[in-house]
C-alpha cells in the first residue's frame, strides 16, 4: 500500500470521509506518533495512585516511557524514564514507593524528586565542571507540560503548544460533573484496571465510543438476552432491576432510543453523547445521597449533576468517562494495529459503596474482554482492520447527518446521538494537529 504521509495532512480527512491510510499505514501511525500526541493533551494518572511523596507510576504515551511522580512538595511531577546517564528506564514495575530519592538501578545515579541531580557513585572521577555542564549532569527531564484538573493528570509532551483550557475548553464540565459526584469532590482510582488489547487502531475504538447506531445489531443478541433472563425470573411484583439487568437492558433498545441521545462537539475533538438522556439516566440514587450533595454542593448544582448523566463523554484523544457509573477508559495506542484499552472503577469520597459497585460491575459486564459485550465489538473491530486491507474503495464513510454547515461552526455543536458529526469532529482534530505539526 502506498503511504500519504507525504501528502498534506488534509488530505488524509475529507468532510464526510477518512482515508484508509489513516487506520492502517504504519507510516502514518509513526507521524501521528510524533506529531499528534505531542501537541495533544493526554491523560497519564489520577492523583489518588500517588499517596505520598515519592510515589509513582510509569507508562509508554506514544512510545515515550514516562514517570508519573509525586514530589517532595506535595506537586505532581511528570519526567521521562530514563536516568540521565545511560538512559536506563528508572522503574519498570507499574506503580511504587521510590522513598526520599530516586535510585538509577543500573550504575546507582541518584535524583531528588524533583529530578534534579543528587549522588554519583566515584565523583572524584569526573570532571565536575563538565559533569554540571553536559546534559547529564543536569538531572531528569520534564515533559513539556503538565497540569493536574480535579485530580486528572495530565501532559503535553510537546515544550510549546496549545494550553491545557484552551485544549479542552467546555468539555472540562464533565470532569467537573464526575468529580462533584463526590460531596467532597475527591475521586479515588478502586478496584484494579481492566486490560484488553485489540488488533485494531485506536481510532476505531474512539469512534466507536461514539457510535450509537452498532448497538442495534452488534449488541442485539445480549441486550434481548438480559432482558428475556429478567423477565423470565422476575420474582412477581419487583419493579427494581438487578444492578447487572439495569446496566444491560439499554443495549436492547432500538433505534429511537439512541437517536434521541442529545449530543455535543467541542473544538478539538472532545464530545458528550446523552448529555439529556442516556442508558444511565435512570440509575436509582442511594439513601441519603442526594441529601449528602445537597449539604455539600447546593440543591442546584446537585440536581445539575444528578440530572445530566451521558453515555459517552471522550476528552480526545485518551480518555472516555461515564459520570453516573463513575467509569473511565483509557486508550493507549502500541502500533498501527493494536491497540491497549483500560476500565478504571473510582470511589467517590464520602458516597455510598453503591457508586464504586456500579462502576465495578459496569466494567466488568461492557469492557472487560471476557464480558458478554466487548467480545461483539474486539471482533468487529480486528474484522474492519482486516477488512480495510483489501483493495477496494480507499474511503471510510462517515456521511450519516453531515451537514455543510458544520465545516464553518465554531464553539459547541449540537445533534442528535445517532450523528456522526462526533466521529468527523475526531478526525478533523486529528488532521488540523497532524497538519500543523507537519508545516512547523
Known amino acids: 500500500m502506498k503511504s500519504i504521509v507525504s501528502t498534506a495532512a488534509g488530505d488524509w480527512v475529507r468532510p464526510d470521509s477518512v482515508h484508509r491510510s489513516a487506520y492502517v499505514d504504519r507510516d502514518v501511525f509513526d507521524a501521528e506518533q510524533r506529531r499528534f500526541f505531542g501537541a495533544t493533551w493526554n491523560f497519564v494518572a489520577h492523583d489518588s495512585q500517588l499517596a505520598k511523596p515519592g510515589s509513582y507510576v510509569t507508562l509508554d504515551l506514544a512510545g515515550r516511557p514516562l514517570l508519573v511522580l509525586r514530589e517532595g512538595d506535595g506537586s505532581v511531577g511528570v519526567f521521562y524514564n530514563r536516568c540521565a546517564h545511560k538512559g536506563t528506564k528508572l522503574y519498570t514495575d507499574e506503580a511504587g514507593e521510590a522513598g526520599r530519592m530516586l535510585r538509577c538501578p543500573y550504575h546507582a545515579w541518584t535524583y531528588k524528586l524533583d529530578g534534579s541531580p543528587l549522588g554519583i557513585p566515584l565523583r572524584r572521577d569526573y570532571d565536575l565542571q563538565a559533569l554540571t555542564d553536559c546534559e547529564a549532569g543536569r538531572g531528569l527531564t520534564r515533559v513539556g507540560a503538565v497540569r493536574n484538573y480535579r485530580g486528572f493528570v495530565f501532559v503535553r509532551l510537546d515544550a510549546q503548544g496549545v494550553g491545557f483550557d484552551d485544549y479542552f475548553g467546555a468539555s472540562l464540565v464533565w470532569l467537573d460533573n464526575m468529580a462533584d459526584r463526590s460531596p467532597t469532590g475527591r475521586l479515588q482510582v478502586a478496584g484494579g484496571v481492566i486490560r484488553n488489547v485489540m488488533r485494531c487502531n485506536w481510532k476505531m475504538y474512539l469512534e466507536n465510543i461514539n457510535d450509537s447506531v452498532h448497538p442495534v445489531s452488534a449488541h442485539e443478541s445480549a441486550g434481548k438476552s438480559a432482558k428475556a433472563q429478567w423477565e423470565e425470573s422476575r420474582p412477581p411484583g419487583q419493579a427494581a432491576l438487578p444492578m447487572a439487568v439495569e446496566q444491560l437492558l439499554p443495549f436492547a433498545s432500538g433505534y429511537d432510543f439512541f437517536e434521541g441521545m442529545d449530543a455535543e462537539v467541542y473544538p478539538n475533538g472532545h464530545s458528550a453523547m446523552g448529555v439529556s438522556v442516556s442508558s444511565h439516566s435512570a440509575y436509582a440514587q442511594p439513601a441519603g445521597y442526594e441529601e449528602a450533595l445537597n449539604a455539600a454542593h447546593g440543591p442546584e448544582r446537585t440536581r445539575e449533576i444528578l440530572g445530566r448523566s451521558p453515555q459517552n463523554v471522550v476528552l480526545y484523544p485518551s480518555i472516555a468517562i461515564k459520570g453516573a457509573p463513575l467509569a473511565m477508559r483509557v486508550i493507549r495506542p502500541l502500533a498501527v494495529d493494536r491497540t491497549l484499552v483500560e476500565a478504571w472503577s473510582f470511589r467517590a469520597e464520602d458516597a455510598p459503596d453503591l457508586l464504586l ?78 497538519n500543523t505539526m507537519e508545516a512547523e
Not at 474486539?378 to 483493495?391: I, K, N, P, R, T
Not at 454547515?405 to 446521538?417: F, I, M, N, S
Request: glycine share 4%.
Open 357 to 434: 459497585q456500579r462502576a465495578l460491575s459496569y466494567n466488568r459486564l461492557v469492557f472487560s474482554p471476557m464480558s458478554i459485550l466487548a467480545h461483539d465489538d474486539v471482533h468487529l473491530f480486528e474484522a474492519v482492520q482486516q477488512g480495510l486491507q483489501a483493495d477496494a474503495n480507499p474511503w471510510v464513510s462517515l456521511h450519516r447527518s453531515f451537514d455543510p454547515a458544520e465545516l464553518e461552526a465554531t464553539g459547541t455543536q449540537h445533534c442528535k446521538g445517532t450523528s456522526e458529526l462526533l466521529m468527523r469532529n475526531q478526525h478533523r482534530a486529528w488532521s488540523r494537529f497532524m
